[in-house]
Nanobody, 115 residues
Framework: QVQLVESGGGLVQPGGSLRLSCAASGSIFNINAMGWYRQAPGKQRELVAVIIKGGSTNYADSVKGRFTISRDNDKNTVYLQMNSLKPEDTAVYYC?????????WGQGTQVTVSS
């Protein structure tokens, strides 16, 4: 089992920044990828950004150039730096961890972008 705990969400004005953190604990071996997904009210959950085991990253087109995913292997933590936030970025953000035969989710953290 892998436990994922997100933090860093909140209310921010358009154009502002937030950094989300996801701390992993438990059986944190053979992890192939970690990423961030989001789900806005009435919409499906969508991939925001992912970082693969080797370090490569991938982003949704809607966040490219504004969001950056990174990881600290010593702290078993993945980060999502979000800049130039827009109202359409408002959603619950979930941390995700993938192994070959299993997948884990955090509890989610709310991000609200509003003036």
């Amino acid at each position: 089992q892998v436990q994922l705990v997100e933090s860093g969400g909140g209310l921010v004005q358009p154009g502002g920044s937030l950094r989300l953190s996801c701390a992993a604990s438990g059986s944190i071996f053979n992890i192939n990828a970690m990423g961030w997904y989001r789900q806005a009210p009435g919409k499906q959950r969508e991939l925001v950004a992912v970082i693969i085991k080797g370090g490569s990253t991938n982003y949704a087109d809607s966040v490219k150039g504004r969001f950056t995913i990174s990881r600290d292997n010593d702290k078993n933590t993945v980060y999502l730096q979000m800049n130039s936030l827009k109202p359409e970025d408002t959603a619950v953000y979930y941390c995700n961890c993938k192994r070959i035969l299993s997948e884990y989710w955090g509890q989610g953290t709310q991000v609200t972008v509003s003036s």
